[in-house]
């Protein structure tokens, strides 16, 4: 199978700017909807709304606008906005602290019906993110873990940072090196709760437990 390249951030930016001049807000699905459906906070609601994002021919654009009013907003995000959740959109200003920001073209061909079947099966065949951007590079397409991770959000799954089979709370200690660098960029332990995908309120307590037992190891090995 012959190996397809990754659009790289230029092409992304150019795609942007074209459809900037073109005032890409008309072309945009949601017109014909209505607002509202994208603030409803049930699972169900935001699953409806986001079918329509996933259709929209501007859904990269909108996810971008979207990540720009948020940065004007951290303490308080609503809303379906380019195909993500409010708390999706927060996972991905997580990623960014460690440099990891997703290539939309990639991530919108993913969920393009010449590639979406894949993706759902993989999803549901591997154990982790990481097993499903393997999956798609045996394929021949140079894809990233956080690019995969929004395509993954766009068609519905979990996208979790952890893989399955296993609780949650014995795996955060395998991450205890991504948990450290986070913390050392400024995250909040509720930040990390959710850049991992587990419960934000219980997986707070659990990180910040989890370094205050790793301190007490080293001071008492020291």
């Known amino acids: 199978m012959t190996t397809r390249t990754l659009p790289n951030r230029r092409s992304t930016r150019n795609a942007v700017s074209s459809r900037e001049a073109a005032h890409w807000e008309s072309e945009a699905s949601c017109r014909e909807v209505g607002g509202d459906a994208f603030f409803i906070e049930s699972k169900a609601g935001i699953q409806r709304a986001r079918a329509v994002c996933v259709k929209c021919p501007v859904l990269v654009e909108c996810l971008l606008n979207q990540q720009v009013k948020d940065k004007g907003n951290r303490t308080y995000q609503w ?4 195909g993500l959740s409010a708390v999706q959109r927060r996972v991905l200003a997580v990623e960014a602290l460690l440099g990891n920001r997703p290539n939309l073209v990639m991530a919108r061909l993913l969920v393009s019906p010449q590639w979406s079947y894949r993706l759902r099966n993989l999803s549901s065949a591997r154990w982790s993110l ?9 394929d021949g397409l140079m894809v990233d873990l ?14 979790s940072r952890l893989a399955r089979g296993r609780h949650w709370r014995h795996q955060l200690r395998d991450h205890l090196d991504l948990i450290v660098a986070l913390r050392e ?38």
């Open 185 to 222: 960029k400024g995250a909040r332990f509720l930040d990390i709760a959710v850049f991992f995908g587990v419960p934000e309120v219980n997986g707070a307590k659990a990180v910040s437990e989890l370094l205050l037992a790793v301190a007490a190891e080293k001071e008492m090995a020291a």
């Open 79 to 82: 809303g379906v906005g380019g």
């Open 146 to 159: 956080v690019t995969v991770r929004v395509a993954v959000w766009w068609l519905g799954g979990e996208g």
């Open 130 to 138: 990481d097993g499903v951007v393997q999956g798609l590079r045996e």
